[in-house]
Structures are given as structure tokens and as C-alpha cells.
């Protein structure tokens, strides 16, 4: 299926930081109450990689999104985003980096005493952009997602894999340098999965944007790292045999607190380690 | 079926209380400061104005009446007894505008509004809009509470200065049809016995009351724990809480004001 039209092909999304990665973990720990939920975690996500991240159910995929963002406090450690140290910032001063950082949420979190283009313009709304600018951008963003007719509607309106489309028009419409993902195709039917994969794919090769992306479906990441988007034909195409995993994609699997495996596509599908086999089997 | 009793520690309960002081007294703190930072969310301020002020007006109206004919009812037979029927305006007037027109309207809009707030508030919370908010770089205690806050106290002194009238009404109402009472003398007896003092009362109790009745049913919103079923509990404990510290605060503000003032 090809991918929607793209809206403006603007690569101020590309524009990184030269120096250091798009976040950075530094031996990161959180626990609530008893439960140890990350324990001394480390990894790096260069920029313009995505990073699918695994991990069974309460592994703590969700935890490691949220404090990227800063919408948590670790215990230990120091998180880096975009060259700032989101564990030494106040939440005022986190508003601000967090202008240049989108997040798609489990269950989508859109407002739901607001209609869908407001969902979507939240963020325009609140630069006190021009009426007419944000309706254009807002316009954009929903094409990109295949979802313009939703303009009016209410979230309560949409189904499941429409609220979490209007989720990435949010997240996208600023073209942030790091998109966080939080499980963005869990519960959804194979066809709308797809949809999902695809516009992630075509955010990580068209605009290069940084991703982090937790999730459940190994299938969805194999996907994103054997695909590539074909910016001619407007759609995601397999890579030809031989260039599989050629693409800037990696996997992070965490077990109790740790992790243990964080690598790309290649090395995965060739670890020798018995968890990581019967995961990926 | 069985139950399992836990027996929580008392140290570990007062930790929680003054955990929970703590937090309020903080969340109070920055609804007021951010009246000084920009962006002020003015049309959330006159939307929630209107949800809390003119929403709550119907009722704000029957109870104002009805309290202020329920005074003059239940005064009338034993002033009625001493010959005193015609400070029956005195009695309504200095009672509606210095207490119960306050105290009755507090309590009503914290039943209406500081629910509604908590469990705005508490959905917002579990289904996570609250941290999409703070992730789109938007600060919910300037979007979601200092209008609410602002929004609660300007309209809650307009409510009461109705319910303090309608109550007037209400007594003259009683007064002159059930016992006759000279209208004139119904409502000069009302003005001339209000003294600076009691106006002062009577305006001050719900810039205060409002001021709980906001930040008590943010707190509780913003805190929820536990899904649908917290959203539930948040709303009752908002009510609560609200109530309680309105009928302390009513006590202390009176005090006070006779502290100050001296007694009539």
C-alpha cells in the first residue's frame, strides 16, 4: 500500500547535533517501592537511528520512554537528550527541550474534550501561531497519517488505530529531532500495523529523525529493519537480499532490570544466547 | 470469603498526611504564582467561569432562597413569642451575609465543582493526558489548575453575593406573606443592622472558600491513583476534604474577624 503523500518535505527534522547521540542512558536505575524496574541500564541512540526496544510485559519499556522525556525522575544515573542532561533539568526547563521531542503514547492520550485538529494543533496553539498557519500544518499532518477527514471529529469518534494515527500527527506536526514511540502498533489489526510501520519507517528514512520505539511485535521491528522507504514510489520496500538490517535500525531487549542484548538486526538474528532465541523464535 | 487484615504503621499514616500537606500546600503555591507567569490561559479561565459560575447558578439560587425562608420560618415563632417579630430582617440579613449565604453556597459549589474537577482531573491522569500534555511542553498547573483556581474564586463571591439577595428575598418573602411584616420595615431592618464588619465577613469567606474548593479538587484530580476505580475515590475524598476545611475555615475566618473587630 503506498505511503500517504508527504506534506513538506522540510529536513529541519534532520538537522542533529554533531557531537554525542540523540539520547544516552548512563547507568540508569529506577525501582517503585520494592519492584526494581531498571536496574544500571546504559545504552547510546546515534542520531537518525531508530531503536526498537524490547522486553516482556513490566520489563519497563514504557519506563525507559518516560524518562527520556523527563516525565520521570530515575533513582540513579544520568539520562542525556540531544546533548542535555534531562536528570539535572527542572520541569520548566524540560518544556523546553521537550518542544524538540515527540512522544506517541500506549493508548494514543489524546484530549478527549478536544476535536481532533485541536489534539493536533496543541502544540502550534500554544507557540501562538496564526490561525491559518496551524489549519495548513494541522491539514498536513493529518494527510500524512491518511487521516484529513477526522479534521472535525472527536477522539471518542475514531477507533483504536485512527487515535493512535492522530497520536503520530501530534507527535510529528513540530518535526522534532526524536520521536519516542510507546507500543504504537500493540492491539491493532495487521493491516493498520502496517500503516503504523510504514509512516515510522518513512519518518526514520525520510526525515531521519531519531526513534526510540517500545514494543511487544519483533515482527514490526524486523519489518522496519528489512524496509526501507522508496521516497519515488511513495512507499516502504523491501531491501534487496544481501542488505537486510542496511538500514539505521537496532534492537534493545531488557530482562530483569538489565540489557541484554543491544545491538542491530545482524547480530540478533545470530546471538547464541538461549533467552534471546526462544525470544525472537 | 476470606480477609486479609493490614495493619499499617501510625508513623507510616502521619508520613502520608504530611506528604499529602505537603504536596497541597505546594500545588496551592504554584496555582497562585503562575498568575504571575505568562501564558495566562484567559479563555480556559472564562470557560471554566462559566462551567463553575453560570453551571452552578440554578442551584446557587434555590438554596439561597430557600435557606434565607427557612431562617425567617424557623426565627419567626419565637420572635414572635416576645413581640419581636420585626427583627426578623435583623436575624436573616446579619445570618445570610455573614454566614450561611457564604457557608451554604461554599458547600454547594464544592459538591458541584470540586467533584467535577477531581474527576476531570483523575481521568486525565489515567488515561495519560496529563503527561501528554507535559510532553508537548505545556504545563498543566497553568492549563488545567490556575484557571480553575482564578475561575472559582471570582465566580464563587458573585455566587454568594446572589445567595446573601436571594436569601433576603427569600426571609422577606416569609416575613410578608406568612406574617405579615411591612415591607419597608423588612427592608430598612435588613440594611441598617449590616455593619462594615459583616460585609467584610461575608466577602472574605468565599475569595477563601473558592480558593479551597479549586485547589482541594485539583489536588485530589491530579493525584489519582489507580485507574477508574481511584478516579471514583479522588471524587469523594475531593468533596470531603473540600467541605471539612471549609466548615474549619468558616470557624477560624469568623474568629478572626471578631478577634479584630470586637463582638457586636
Known amino acids: 500500500m503506498p505511503a500517504p503523500t508527504l506534506p513538506s518535505e522540510n529536513p529541519a527534522a534532520a538537522v542533529v547535533n554533531p557531537s554525542g547521540y540523540a539520547i544516552e542512558f548512563d547507568n540508569v536505575s529506577i525501582a517503585f517501592d520494592e519492584n526494581v524496574v531498571l536496574d544500571g541500564i546504559s545504552f547510546q541512540l546515534p542520531h537518525g537511528e531508530t531503536k526498537a526496544l524490547f522486553g516482556v510485559a513490566g520489563s519497563g519499556k514504557s519506563t525507559v520512554l518516560k524518562l527520556a522525556m523527563g516525565l520521570m525522575r530515575p533513582d540513579g544515573g544520568r539520562i542525556f537528550v540531544l546533548g542535555e542532561e534531562v536528570t539535572r533539568m527542572s520541569e520548566q526547563e524540560l518544556f523546553e527541550l521537550r518542544r524538540r521531542v515527540g512522544i506517541v503514547f500506549q493508548e494514543s492520550a489524546l484530549f478527549d474534550s478536544l476535536k481532533v485538529y485541536e489534539n493536533v494543533a496543541f502544540r502550534l496553539m500554544e507557540e501562538r501561531i496564526s490561525a491559518e498557519e496551524v489549519e495548513r500544518r494541522v491539514r498536513e499532518a493529518l494527510r500524512f497519517v491518511e487521516l484529513e477527514q477526522t479534521y472535525d471529529m472527536r477522539p471518542s469518534e475514531l477507533s483504536g488505530g485512527m487515535r493512535r494515527r492522530v497520536a503520530i500527527a501530534r507527535a510529528i506536526i513540530t518535526e522534532p529531532e526524536v520521536l519516542l514511540y510507546d507500543s504504537p502498533t500493540g492491539g491493532l489489526d495487521p493491516v493498520t500495523s502496517n500503516t503504523i510501520v510504514e509512516l515510522i519507517v518513512k519518518q526514520r528514512d525520510v526525515y531521519k529523525t531519531s526513534a526510540l520505539m517500545a514494543t511487544h511485535r519483533l515482527q514490526d521491528a524486523f519489518t522496519m529493519a528489512t524496509h526501507q522507504f522508496d521516497k519515488a514510489t511513495n512507499q516502504m520496500v523491501v531491501l534487496p537480499k544481501g542488505q537486510h538490517c542496511d538500514v539505521p535500525m537496532s534492537f534493545l531487549i531488557l530482562r530483569d532490570g538489565k540489557v541484554i542484548f543491544d545491538g542491530d538486526g545482524h547480530q540478533l538474528a545470530t546471538s547464541h544466547d538461549d533467552y534471546i532465541r526462544e525470544y525472537i523464535s | ?264
Not at chain 2, 46 to 66: F, K, N, R, Y
Open chain 2, 1 to 264: 470469603m476470606a480477609f486479609e487484615l493490614e495493619l499499617i504503621s501510625p508513623i507510616e499514616v502521619a508520613k502520608d498526611v504530611a506528604l499529602a500537606v505537603q504536596e497541597y500546600t505546594l500545588l496551592s503555591a504554584q496555582s497562585l504564582a503562575n498568575f504571575f507567569r505568562r501564558p495566562l490561559y484567559m479563555g480556559d479561565m472564562l470557560h471554566q467561569s462559566d462551567l463553575i459560575g453560570v453551571g452552578s447558578l440554578p442551584i446557587v439560587i434555590l438554596t439561597g432562597l430557600s435557606v434565607g425562608a427557612l431562617l425567617a420560618l424557623n426565627s419567626a415563632s419565637t420572635l414572635q413569642r416576645f413581640g419581636g417579630i420585626t427583627l426578623i430582617g435583623q436575624l436573616v440579613s446579619i445570618g445570610m451575609v455573614t454566614e450561611l449565604g457564604p457557608l451554604i453556597t461554599g458547600l454547594m459549589v464544592a459538591g458541584r465543582n470540586a467533584s467535577g474537577m477531581a474527576s476531570e482531573l483523575g481521568s486525565m491522569i489515567v488515561t495519560e493526558q496529563i503527561d501528554a500534555m507535559r510532553a508537548l511542553g505545556t504545563d498543566p498547573t497553568k492549563k488545567l489548575i490556575t484557571p480553575r483556581v482564578g475561575a472559582t474564586v471570582f465566580m464563587l463571591f458573585f455566587l454568594t453575593i446572589i445567595a446573601d439577595l436571594l436569601g433576603l428575598i427569600g426571609g422577606y418573602a416569609v416575613a410578608h406573606l406568612l406574617f405579615g411584616l411591612n415591607s419597608q420595615q423588612y427592608w430598612t431592618s435588613v440594611w441598617q443592622i449590616l455593619v462594615f464588619r459583616d460585609v467584610l465577613t461575608g466577602l472574605i469567606k468565599p475569595v477563601l472558600f473558592g480558593f479551597i474548593i479549586s485547589t482541594i479538587g485539583c489536588y485530589y484530580g491530579i493525584s489519582t491513583r489507580g485507574g477508574t476505580q481511584g478516579v471514583g475515590r479522588s471524587t469523594t475524598q475531593a468533596v470531603v476534604a473540600a467541605s471539612v476545611l471549609i466548615l474549619i475555615v468558616d470557624f477560624f475566618v469568623t474568629k478572626l474577624i471578631f478577634a479584630i473587630f470586637g463582638y457586636r
